[in-house]
């Protein structure tokens, strides 16, 4: 991010007493896999320790070819997985491995301040099945 955005953010949130939530692609933390944690948002530290002073309550953010989910300096986050090819966990020194996880969407619900984040795979037609009350009493 340039001078001109980070002044831009600050004004933004200086000018608003609402609650705050972030959708930006590039993920502004480390998530534990070198191999994207080296491409990650330059300025992460400046960025949060910008969010911080603020009202933001939850980022959101792609890039990453994973679901991610953390809490840094008391903010919440998400990373999405890839609409194209996923990021395999086991990712060690400079190579990019993949798997064949699924791609997915999330729906987000934010009410009174509150995240809601349902998962939905995708590809594939889904099985969907009555749940019977009946079947499942205890003997």
Known sequence: MCEIRYEW?????QNTN???FIF???H???IGINV???I???SFNRFFNLISKYNVKHLFFGHIHRNVFGVKNGIGYFGIRSTNHQLALKNTNKKYLTNEEKPNYAVIDIIDGNVNINLHEYLEEERVYLYDEESVKPS
């Open 40 to 42: 990650n948002f330059l």
């Open 9 to 13: 953010l600050e004004n933004i949130l």
């Open 28 to 30: 502004p933390v480390k």
């Open 18 to 20: 609402k609650n705050c």
């Open 36 to 38: 994207i944690d080296d």
């Open 24 to 26: 930006m692609h590039h």
